[in-house]
């Protein structure tokens, strides 16, 4: 008569364990991927998108206004916290009968509060800390460590001055030199 | 009944395990007088569950969806019935348990009950102290008004000042490179899922414990802790102990109830807060201000040179958190009473001086302009008295400028600037004509407004300025040595 196998040998509970720690950190692993994976997809990248502003024979030389927008980085479901606006200051012509334009985001330097136009000081002011710049966007006194985030901006086919959409802009991350996401 | 009963506790073992918590005994003195110190942790606890209350009901109206969530506030506040009640409650409910929480660390903090052996249960307490400012920022982002909504875009360019990280923290705090649904949706994860997940978490250990290392009796001046000998004596302390279901647990049912009561009252009175006005962020007048438990940070932030913002942003907070949890082990043993720790109560009235006072700075906000004065601020009537036209003229100037909008006359209009109700008795022309063209040397405060202002525009505003003096006040030596340096 032969010994009968003892139910748990050393080797075979050994393998058991190891089998049990594989099992759990491959579950772990199949488990925390996706999750992880879609919390950080707020990190992927959106498409680069432009929206048209007007003809550029709508803005007036000199002058700057406010133009608001539906941001086309919104989700369907933003309703009107897509609205956007962007300070937009026609400068003409340059030597190769190239339109200028200064398009500038409202979000100020300092801390991301919106800054309101002034036409007769020809300033931006800040209601949250002070912040001022002058015209051109420069930084005219106050805490902000620079002057107001310049848009990027095309002249279309047809004539029109368009933006490009504007991600919520930081000082690391402007919109002439976004951070690499 | 009583054997169905019986058959209940066969199964739960309540009489066991639960019955014990609830009759465990408290040292003799802390059921004593003494014992009216002991009520704030009750009071907090019996607030939040108001808050858990109202919590669930606002949630069966509100939509955390950024196109609706502002039309659900409305109905909440309009037709719901009871909406605008419970939408009040849940706000000075909430306020009152930071009010509530604070008194309890101070009253902990006073007594050195922190002490061997209950550092874990104050380290427990800043938790909880975290989770529920965390509640009361994401809470005010749910509010999805102009001020939630600048509020994040104020938080998000804090985050995004870290180094190298920021963008990614500012993405990933947004849900996306924009403010919008995916945000609300994070805030309110947060606030309904993540924070009171982690606060239930600590409150559980933090009850466990003080239940485990026992209240700590009142403190007596000489009598020190001593961590080798502290555990034997406060056993001693319970054989003459009280049960705590009894008196005690009346004394601190009688404070949630007046806590419950005062809170009922406040929001009956005074009403739901907000939304201030729908969320678009498009629409001029925005002023927005943190609440109430951040304007500390925010007068902190705007009083400090903007070399020191960052530091103050950034790392402060960190560093002020980390002295909370070091508390009980820099001071584990010693005196506990408060009149045998000088160090300890001065430094409590000193933070609460500071909290208040800066708080106060909060909500003037002397720093921020007026932005409404130059249009909505008139010159005082004694001000243009017996003036010649060329001054009225400079008058106007001054109003359309904008400088009203930092400067009052007065006492009306923006405290950011000096007020010119006098200036014509401190500066002289030529002084003057330079600080306006030319604004504070350095990129100071007041911004420069030469090539902002015709000649007749500057000559007019000057003319008027040097005729606001005081009652007999003379004008100014003409020979400063700032005049005549720069003339435009």
């Not at chain 1, 479901?77 to 937009?88: E, L």
């Not at chain 2, 069966?60 to 969806?65: A, E, K, R």
């Not at chain 2, 998000?156 to 849900?175: D, E, F, K, N, Q």
């Not at chain 2, 006359?409 to 030529?430: A, H, I, K, S």
Request: hydrophobic share 45%; aromatic share 10%; charged share 15%.
């Amino acid at each position: 008569m032969t010994q009968p196998s003892l139910p748990s040998s050393p080797e075979r509970r050994t393998f058991f364990h190891w089998l049990t720690y594989l099992v759990s950190v491959a579950a772990t692993i199949v488990l925390g991927i996706p999750l992880l994976g879609f919390l950080f997809g707020a990190l992927r990248k959106k498409q680069e998108q432009w929206y048209p502003l007007g003809l550029v024979k709508d803005f007036p030389e000199g002058q700057t206004r406010m133009v608001t927008f539906d941001n086309p980085l919104r989700q369907p479901w933003d309703g009107m916290t897509a609205h956007t606006g962007v300070f937009v200051c026609n400068l003409g012509k340059d030597g190769e009968k190239k339109d200028q334009f200064r398009v500038l985001a409202v979000n100020c330097a300092h801390l991301g509060c919106p800054v309101s136009w002034f036409p007769r000081s020809a300033l931006f002011m800040c209601p949250c800390h002070g912040g001022v710049y002058y015209e051109n966007g420069e930084r005219a006194s106050g805490p902000p460590p620079r002057g107001l985030f310049p848009c990027v901006w095309r002249v279309n086919k047809d004539g029109k001055l368009e933006v490009q959409a504007p991600h919520y802009p930081s000082l690391q991350d402007t919109l002439r030199n976004p951070a690499k996401i | 009944m009583k054997r169905i009963l019986a058959w209940l506790d066969a199964r739960l073992s309540i009489r066991e395990s639960l019955l014990p918590m609830l009759t465990h005994p408290i040292p003799q003195g802390a059921a004593g007088p003494m014992g009216w110190w002991y009520v704030f942790g009750s009071a907090s606890l019996t607030l939040l569950v108001v808050q858990i209350l109202t919590g669930i009901a606002l949630s069966l109206v509100f939509v955390p969806g950024a196109d609706t969530a502002y039309e659900s506030l409305l109905y909440l506040n309009f037709d719901q019935p009871l909406g605008w009640f419970i939408r009040a409650l849940h706000y000075y409910a909430g306020s009152g348990m930071v009010v509530m929480v604070l008194l309890h660390m101070a009253q902990v903090f006073l007594h050195g009950s922190y002490k061997y052996p209950r550092e874990l249960t104050w380290v427990l307490g800043v938790f909880l102290l975290l989770c529920t400012m965390g509640m009361f920022f994401t809470g005010q982002v749910l509010r999805w008004d102009p001020d939630a909504y600048w509020g994040i875009a104020v938080g998000a360019s804090m985050a995004g000042r870290v180094p190298y990280l920021g963008p990614y923290i500012v993405h990933l705090l947004l849900g996306g490179p924009v403010i919008g649904g995916d945000t609300l949706s994070r805030f309110f994860d947060l606030h309904v899922f993540i924070i009171p997940g982690a606060l239930l978490f600590f409150l559980t250990v933090h009850l466990w414990l003080v239940l485990k290392r026992g209240v700590s009796e009142p403190p007596i001046p000489g009598k020190v802790v001593d961590p080798n000998t502290y555990d034997a004596h406060y056993e001693k302390e319970l054989r003459n102990g009280v049960p705590f279901l009894g008196k005690p647990l009346l004394r601190d049912a009688l404070v949630s109830a007046l806590s419950v009561l005062a809170v009922v009252a406040l929001a009956a009175v005074i009403g739901p807060k907000g939304p201030s006005g729908p969320p678009d962020p498009t629409l001029s007048g925005a002023n927005p201000r943190p609440e109430w438990p951040f304007l500390w940070l925010f007068a902190l932030l705007s009083l400090s040179p903007p070399s020191a913002e960052t530091f103050i942003m950034l790392v402060f907070p960190g560093v002020l958190i980390f002295a909370l949890f070091l508390v009980p082990f820099v001071s584990r043993r010693g005196e506990r009473a408060p009149s045998r720790r000088p160090v300890a109560v001065l430094s409590v009235l000193v933070i609460f001086t500071t909290l208040g006072v800066l708080t106060y700075e909060g909500v003037t906000a002397p720093w921020s302009p007026k932005m409404t004065a130059w249009s909505g601020d008139p010159v005082p009537k004694h001000l243009l008295e017996k003036r010649s036209p060329r001054q009225m003229q400079g008058a106007a100037v001054l109003q359309i400028k904008q400088c009203r909008n930092c400067h009052a006359l007065d006492d009306v209009g923006g405290q950011r600037g000096p007020d010119l109700t006098t200036v014509g008795g401190r500066m002289t022309r030529d002084q003057l004509i330079d600080q306006i063209s030319n604004g504070t040397p350095g990129g100071g405060n007041m911004p420069a407004f030469g090539k902002q202002m015709s000649p007749a525009e500057m000559d007019a505003l000057v003319d008027f300025l040097t005729t606001l003096r005081g009652q007999g006040q003379p004008a100014p030596e003409p020979t400063s040595p700032v005049a005549g340096m720069v003339r435009p």
